[in-house]
């Protein structure tokens, strides 16, 4: 069965198709006859999602004579006509909002130095990238940032690194080859004795059925928390935004790993919108997790805050 937020928007798909359809019909015919008036439209309860959807057709039950209800259909003047008058994407956009809204939320940037951010996610995801375009956010807010190259399994995962740090001019900690704990814990360690503001731990791409991985993960976390107590302040969870569905058993996998604290959505440049998002704000309704960033470029400025209502908007091509 599809999830509820798939199928809302094949919903609106529908109803939008369904006007457009209805219209080519009475341009065809010529100009479509006045209809005998209707009930105003009303809203309804769908009992599959348990949220009010507008429902043109259950106002055919106020119309008595059969004759008038068979014309109703046949022009499909009634489903164009209420449409006119219910913007069906505007609804789903404000449910949408209503869902997406516990799950919009910022940074603390106030807490005592270093703030230690440990970034995870799946490989290919935009792990990398993103930790480069936060460290030029942050620079923004006018902190100091320390990058720490805890991915030592990637080739080439350091250098990339490297090169996100010369472009925002941020130095980068790592090793050519070791522990990833070891170098996240000498990391922190740069960190507290320079009174950086912000620490940003790049970690290994891995996939949640990489048991090894995963217990590696733990290993860094419990490093970090080694070097400074109540540390890493923030696990943020990096997700690629064409994943659909996937993406809802990486947050199951990585939030009982390591206890995420929030999420940066990625390639939402591209075709794909991010509307598993929906899902997984309905799944973590009694604990939302908050989703600080959304990508939506290649430009180190292309890393937006999540606010809730124009993400629901794109999503459902109101904006």
């Known amino acids: 069965m599809p999830?509820?937020?798939?199928?809302?928007?094949?919903?609106?798909?529908?109803?939008?198709?369904?006007?457009?359809?209805?219209?080519?019909?009475?341009a065809a015919a010529g100009g479509v006859p006045a209809k005998p008036p209707v009930a105003p439209v009303r809203d309804v309860t769908d009992t599959y999602f348990g949220v009010a959807v507008p429902d043109p057709f259950r106002n055919l039950e106020d119309v008595n004579d059969a004759s008038t209800r068979q014309w109703l259909l046949g022009q499909g003047e009634y489903a164009a006509g209420q449409l006119a008058r219910i913007d069906v994407r505007d609804a789903l956009r404000d449910e949408l909002t209503r869902l997406l809204a516990p799950c919009e939320a910022r940074i603390d940037l106030d807490r005592p130095r270093p703030l230690v951010m440990m970034v995870a996610g799946v490989n290919g995801a935009g792990k990398t990238t993103s930790i480069g375009k936060l460290a030029h956010w942050l620079a923004d807010q006018h902190r100091t940032v320390l990058l720490a190259a805890g991915?030592?399994?990637r080739a080439a995962a350091r250098e990339q690194l490297a090169v996100w740090g010369q472009r925002n001019g941020?130095?980068?900690?790592?090793?050519?080859?070791?522990?990833?704990?070891?170098?996240?814990?000498?990391?922190?360690?740069?960190?507290?004795?320079?009174?950086?503001?912000?620490?940003i731990a790049d970690t290994a791409g891995r996939l949640p059925t990489q048991l090894h991985l995963m217990d590696e993960l733990k290993r860094v976390r419990r490093s970090i928390g080694k070097c400074q107590e109540g540390a890493p302040q923030e696990v943020v969870l990096v997700l690629d935004g064409t994943n659909g569905q996937n993406a809802l058993t990486q947050v199951r996998a990585f939030d009982e790993a390591v206890g995420l604290t929030g999420l940066i959505i990625t390639k939402l440049d591209g075709t794909a919108k991010g509307g598993v998002l929906a899902a997984i704000a309905r799944e973590r309704r009694d604990r939302p997790l908050p989703i600080y960033f959304i990508g939506v470029g290649e430009k180190l400025e292309d890393l937006q805050p999540f606010v809730a209502d124009r993400f629901a908007a794109a999503l459902v091509g109101a904006d």
């Open 3 to 26: 999830s509820p937020s798939i199928s809302r928007l094949l919903f609106a798909a529908a109803m939008l198709c369904l006007s457009a359809w209805a219209g080519a019909v009475g």
């Open 170 to 199: 941020v130095e980068v900690i790592a090793q050519k080859s070791g522990d990833p704990a070891a170098v996240v814990f000498d990391a922190v360690a740069a960190a507290r004795a320079r009174g950086i503001d912000v620490l």
């Open 151 to 153: 991915d030592t399994f």
